[in-house]
């Protein structure tokens, strides 16, 4: 699954341990994240949209053959 939380990120200027402090996860997970090698729970990936003030389907990018 591709993602946009690098992007993200750097649009609103936050490091991948600010991100992991505010959705409560650690640095390496967001780092998996952005990777593409964790998918995360519904619960992860509903706080990192709703950081961005954004739906889930604008930040993780769903691909049907996935």
Do not use: W
């Amino acid at each position: 699954m591709n993602n946009r939380i690098a992007e993200l990120r750097d649009d609103h200027q936050l490091t991948q341990q600010m991100l992991a402090d505010e959705v409560g996860v650690s640095r390496q997970t967001i780092i998996s994240l952005e990777r593409g090698k964790y998918n995360p729970s519904i619960l992860l990936a509903h706080k990192i949209a709703a950081r961005f003030g954004l739906s889930i389907e604008d930040v993780f990018l769903f691909e049907e053959d996935e």
